[in-house]
């Protein structure tokens, strides 16, 4: 008698900010995958401890430019010293940014997170690697 496979739901909180159609996507990586959407003050992405600023390219130029990204980043430490963890993730390619922010400055400002502040960042192509790595991610 064959066994049915018992699906797991995957479960991950979802800043209310954050865009609607990524639910979409998530049903064709994998159906598992469900969002709660709700107010997060951190973060845009948590399941368990687990938390994750997802940026895109041009949000992350942006965020560079009106100073959100350095808060950010603070919230994020404050996660880790909080027994969390913490990661960003940018989606998209730096040289195909259409943002006027010297390419320079946007790589030197992930240096800096990662150096500086000792903080993960994971670059992917499109919303599907996204989806992906948090996927593996929530697994692991």
Known sequence: MEKKREEKKIIIEQDDREPEGLQ????????????????MKRADYRFGKFYIERKTVEDFCASIVDGR??????????????GNFYMVFIIGRVDKKKHNINEHCVLGKICSIVHK???????????????????????K
Do not use: S, W
């Open 117 to 139: 502040h000792e903080i993960p960042l994971i670059m992917v192509d499109n919303e599907f690697q996204f989806l992906y790595c948090m996927k593996n991610l929530y697994k």
């Open 69 to 82: 990204i350095n808060k950010q980043i603070e919230d994020g430490k404050k996660l880790i010293e909080e």
């Open 24 to 39: 979409q996507f998530a049903t064709l990586v994998d159906k598992e995958i469900i969002f709660e959407r709700k107010r």
